[in-house]
């Protein structure tokens, strides 16, 4: 779990993409979807690093990110938001999408 002090030092000094999964314990997606992202991270790492913040206990972050609903998935790269999307989803189609962002992305601005 990610603390403000954690989120900002992962979002702002890394050269690898990273994955945010804003949830809430009370939130029954979110802890459905749960064993889904541990098993992306470990498939994703060591290129990409994977957060989860707790909105309940980071209510700041999850203003500042206007997260509407939970759970939300938000991709960072070079410190800057360049996607994310609502809803739970299974580890197939978390790494999908994580892949196919970074891929648009990298393309779109000519890097690796």
């Not at 603390?3 to 999964?21: C, L, Y």
Request: aromatic letters at 8%; glycine letters at 6%; one cysteine or more.
């Amino acid at each position: 779990m990610a603390d403000a002090g954690t989120f900002e030092r992962h979002i702002t000094r890394n050269d690898v993409p990273v994955m945010v999964d804003f949830w809430a314990p009370w939130c029954g997606p979110c802890l459905a979807m749960a064993p889904a992202f541990e098993h992306a991270a470990a498939e994703l790492e060591p290129d990409y690093r994977l957060l989860k913040v707790n909105t309940e206990e980071e209510p700041t972050l999850a203003a500042r990110y206007v997260i509407r609903s939970i759970p939300t998935l938000m991709l960072f790269m070079g410190g800057r938001e360049i996607a994310r999307r609502a809803g739970a989803s299974d580890t197939r189609g978390i790494v999908s999408w994580a892949k196919t962002q970074i891929t648009a992305k990298r393309a779109a601005t000519g890097a690796n």
